[in-house]
């Protein structure tokens, strides 16, 4: 099993410039999320799908778009970056209360 | 709104030293998760609490949960090198799909 797995790994962007980050779960569990994790201020969630097929606003959605494509695969979406959105990205799938995260993307905007 | 709060948010200590970190917070949880991030990767599970009262052992570190289930300590023993790392403790939001998380304590065991 390869557990989360987050791609791409790193990425630049300008600003104004749209990306997607992608992620897949093997698991099989029905939540998954999306955190952006910023230097003394933890793990803040962004978006969370509780199954396939719903969506939900965590703390922090403001600039950001998701997509649940299936029960595998949640993709976090930028349509107009901003430096404010430099950023490391985790990914998590959740049978109940515990979370298995991805390895992260390191996102700059310049 | 749930908060989480860690303390201390940074600690240097030699190898061998004991420590405790702390998870406080107003709010009654179900469950606090405790786990460990490294550089460059994503936090990875330690241990699960349920139960007010609960002390678990995994090793060197022992996780107990408050009596009133609001908080939490890890405790490690004879800490070594590889405890360095991110610790942050979560708990379930009243919701029940979200999890609440600390801002960690910063852990640097030195050789």
């Known amino acids: 099993n390869a557990g989360v797995t987050q791609t791409p790994k790193f990425q630049v962007l300008k600003t104004g410039q749209s990306m997607t980050l992608q992620c897949a779960q093997d698991m099989n569990h029905n939540s998954m999320y999306w955190y952006r994790q910023d230097p003394g201020m933890g793990l803040r969630l962004i978006y969370y799908?509780?199954?396939?097929?719903?969506?939900d606003k965590g703390e922090v959605p403001n600039g950001y778009n998701v997509s649940r494509l299936n029960k595998r695969e949640f993709s976090l979406r930028l349509e107009s970056a901003a430096p404010s959105q430099t950023s490391v990205y985790f990914c998590a799938s959740s049978p109940l209360n515990e979370q298995f995260f991805g390895p992260g993307t390191r996102l700059t905007v310049l | 709104t749930q908060l989480l709060e860690q303390s201390p948010q940074f600690l240097s200590i030699q190898e061998g030293e004991n420590l405790t970190v702390y998870c406080n917070s107003s709010?009654?949880?179900?469950?606090l998760q405790w786990y460990r991030q490294e550089p460059g990767e994503g936090p990875v599970l330690l241990v699960t609490?349920?139960?007010?009262?609960e002390v678990k052992k995994l090793k060197r570190l022992t996780f107990q949960f408050g009596d009133a289930r609001k908080d939490s300590s890890l405790h490690i023993t004879a800490a070594q090198p590889g405890d360095t790392g991110l610790y942050l403790c979560a708990g379930d939001d009243t919701g029940g799909f979200k999890t609440i998380f600390g801002a960690g304590t910063r852990l640097f065991v030195k050789a």
């Open positions: 609490v349920v139960t007010g009262g």
């Open positions: 709010s009654v949880f179900s469950s």
């Open positions: 799908s509780a199954s396939e097929g719903t969506t």
